[in-house]
DNA sequence: GAAAGTCACGAAAACGTTTGCGTGTTAAAA
DNA sequence: TTTTAACACGCAAACGTTTTCGTGACTTTC
């Protein structure tokens, strides 16, 4: 087992000193072309390369970014570190996960394991839980101590920091646009409790779509999931609550879902009371999901270009990263990426 | 912004030696209680943190596992990542992951980023260009440097090292045993070509499963795909070639496809043909996948435990790092992961 | 033949830690 | 009073780099 090998080793092997090895092998022009040969060719026979641990302390920079996200098993959050893995790789950063399980103290841990000098900065997607509690002084402890942050999907306008976002107002407003269009009358929403922001703006653009065509929006349509809930594990409650809707309101004719599950789940319902979809009832659902494609019908959905956004957001933090010193003030932006509607059978 | 402080500005502002500092943080008993006293008190009004990568460097020892898979946005690899990383952290490691896209080049050079002193030691996944070219020199280098590998799932027995994989074999042989039992005389199988460890399995648990049963295995009921296509992209091609299987075929009453999406993708066909599922064909796919659970009719499926195996990974990895010295020769093992069958509607 | 310049290399500091050992001061024992 | 021991702390090396600066040997120039 002949373990790494170092720059000392290499100078003694060849008795010159650490540092005519070190320059040697960058083609420093201070050291003569036969020592340069013979430090390079022992170099490349041994395999030789740089510690990143030390060049690490040496530089004061790890090239590698951390993100912390609520939960990995998710098609929108694995799309998304597809996207800033892709970006951090082509400009030489390495990708560090953490997951907070969508805990406030896991989320803390978390940083703070990485915030100790192992990354350049973090992207990161807020747990439900610190949406709820909202405590927020982490984050800023750790932009005080001079790491950037960039935010996505789940932001929160108190913390003053670099963010992608997904136009959840105007998707959802585009798709129940399409849904009137598409001359349904009656249309359901089935959403999620205020405290996470895109639930909140996607019933927000609902209602918004409705009123510009002049439809007066009713409460009793409106259906609010308890999202703390694990819902892969409480379909059938979700199901039931479905259930008791259509029952009640017989005259339904569309439903606009702010997630996949939601949008499947309504479209089982439909189909063990008998109702065909898209002619009797037609089904919208928000997110990039792998089951809207597979399922049948295949289901009408927003798309929100995950991938896209950790592509954004990884552009974001390296730029800031790189960025040697701040003009004048701390300037953030935030980056909107647009939704898309991908049209498939379950609207007409 | 107050930067991240260090041990060496705690002693000039307390007017102390850096290691008075750092031997008081430890309530050396070489300190006084009153400089212990006045060390952990600045301390902890500034929030010191000891910086890692310093500590890294000292330690030789950076206590991050690097984790290597083909894609990230796959439910089995994303779940696999999900046990890494909750036994990683509770051990008190980081996880580092590098997508390798199925591509060799990009496996190498993720390697290489990281086996320059980031980690401790990798976990991975081989990519399926790898396993056709059969190139393992990386995997010997990394291991010959120290660098101690476990891999999982995609496995050879060319690279001796610790490995996870599900029983493959057993888990298709009990599926279609499963079928045989429910009566269906003419079982297809929907495979990949072989090269892939994983699919040649799978396919030798349905031959031994018709053995025993005295079925004599008919080679037009076997249709091997090409998975180096990208079978999202390919639905169409993938869904032709079933329904000439079944269009040839009529006598077929179950399918056994070695993943998700060729069942599910079956059960589609089958559909369109006016077949019944389950009771004119029943069909079981092999993987964790979200779509099983969510399709109708539910598909039955063989679990492949995935987050138990990035968990058993995991500890076989840490073991090996933290077990001090060798006990003389190297000594590797496999982990088998058993499979189980969950029944769902698209059998009886 | 002396002054100046070039060349090729080494010493040392720095990044932030930890830790074995040396040392000056004081208190206890002889 | 002298010797010894305990105490409280600092020095320095080490981890593996990079880089600035210094220096000895040789070559060139007048």
């Given at each position: 087992m002949r373990?790494?090998?170092?720059?000392?080793?290499?100078?003694?092997?060849?008795?010159?000193?650490?540092s005519?090895?070190?320059?040697?092998?960058?083609?420093?022009k201070e050291?003569?072309?036969?020592?340069i040969?013979?430090?390079?060719a022992?170099?490349?026979?041994?395999?030789?390369?740089?510690?990143n641990i030390?060049?690490s302390?040496?530089n004061k920079?790890t090239?590698t970014?951390?993100?912390?996200?609520?939960?990995?098993v998710?098609?929108?959050?694995?799309k998304?570190?597809?996207?800033?893995?892709?970006v951090?790789?082509n400009?030489?950063y390495?990708?560090?996960?953490?997951?907070?399980?969508?805990?406030?103290?896991k989320?803390?841990?978390n940083?703070?394991?990485?915030?100790n000098?192992?990354?350049?900065?973090?992207?990161?997607s807020?747990?439900?839980?610190?949406?709820q509690?909202?405590?927020?002084?982490?984050?800023n402890?750790t932009?005080?101590?001079?790491?950037?942050?960039?935010?996505?999907?789940?932001?929160?306008?108190e913390?003053?920091?670099?963010k992608?976002?997904?136009d959840?107002?105007?998707?959802?407003?585009?798709?129940?646009?399409?849904?009137?269009?598409?001359?349904?009358?009656?249309?359901?929403?089935?959403?999620?409790?205020?405290?996470?922001?895109?639930?909140r703006?996607?019933?927000?653009g609902?209602l918004?779509?409705?009123?510009?065509?002049k439809?007066?929006p009713?409460?009793?349509?409106?259906?609010?999931?308890?999202?703390?809930l694990?819902y892969?594990?409480?379909?059938?409650?979700?199901?039931?609550?479905?259930?008791?809707?259509?029952m009640?309101?017989?005259e339904?004719d569309?439903?606009?879902?702010?997630?996949?599950?939601?949008?499947?789940s309504?479209?089982?319902?439909a189909?063990?009371m008998g109702?065909?979809?898209p002619?009797?009832i037609?089904?919208i659902?928000?997110?990039?999901?792998v089951?809207?494609?597979?399922?049948t019908?295949?289901?009408?959905?927003?798309?929100?270009?995950?991938?896209?956004?950790?592509?954004?957001?990884a552009?974001?933090?390296?730029?800031k990263?790189?960025?040697?010193?701040?003009?004048?003030?701390?300037?953030?932006q935030?980056?909107?990426?647009?939704?898309?509607?991908?049209?498939?059978?379950?609207?007409?």
């Amino acid at each position: 087992m002949r373990k790494k090998i170092t720059l000392k080793q290499i100078a003694r092997e060849l008795d010159v000193s650490i540092s005519t090895v070190s320059k040697a092998l960058k083609n420093s022009k201070e050291i003569s072309a036969d020592t340069i040969q013979k430090v390079q060719a022992f170099a490349k026979l041994y395999n030789y390369r740089p510690n990143n641990i030390a060049l690490s302390l040496k530089n004061k920079k790890t090239n590698t970014i951390g993100i912390i996200i609520p939960e990995i098993v998710h098609h929108f959050f694995s799309k998304v570190i597809r996207g800033v893995e892709l970006v951090a790789n082509n400009r030489g950063y390495n990708v560090i996960i953490g997951l907070s399980n969508e805990s406030f103290s896991k989320e803390v841990i978390n940083m703070e394991m990485l915030a100790n000098g192992s990354i350049d900065g973090f992207i990161l997607s807020m747990s439900k839980e610190t949406l709820q509690q909202q405590d927020y002084h982490h984050y800023n402890e750790t932009m005080n101590q001079g790491m950037p942050i960039v935010m996505f999907d789940r932001v929160v306008s108190e913390i003053k920091c670099d963010k992608v976002i997904v136009d959840d107002f105007n998707g959802a407003k585009n798709a129940v646009q399409k849904l009137i269009s598409n001359k349904c009358k009656h249309i359901a929403l089935i959403t999620t409790r205020d405290y996470v922001s895109v639930g909140r703006l996607r019933t927000q653009g609902y209602l918004q779509a409705l009123e510009e065509n002049k439809i007066t929006p009713q409460a009793e349509l409106i259906l609010k999931m308890d999202d703390t809930l694990d819902y892969e594990v409480h379909l059938e409650k979700l199901e039931g609550e479905i259930e008791q809707l259509f029952m009640a309101h017989k005259e339904i004719d569309a439903v606009f879902a702010v997630n996949e599950l939601y949008a499947l789940s309504a479209m089982k319902v439909a189909r063990r009371m008998g109702l065909n979809v898209p002619n009797d009832i037609q089904v919208i659902g928000f997110t990039d999901g792998v089951l809207s494609k597979h399922s049948t019908p295949s289901l009408t959905t927003v798309s929100q270009h995950a991938q896209l956004m950790g592509e954004r957001a990884a552009d974001l933090l390296i730029d800031k990263i790189e960025k040697e010193f701040e003009t004048e003030e701390e300037q953030f932006q935030t980056v909107v990426i647009n939704t898309e509607l991908v049209e498939r059978d379950s609207t007409k």
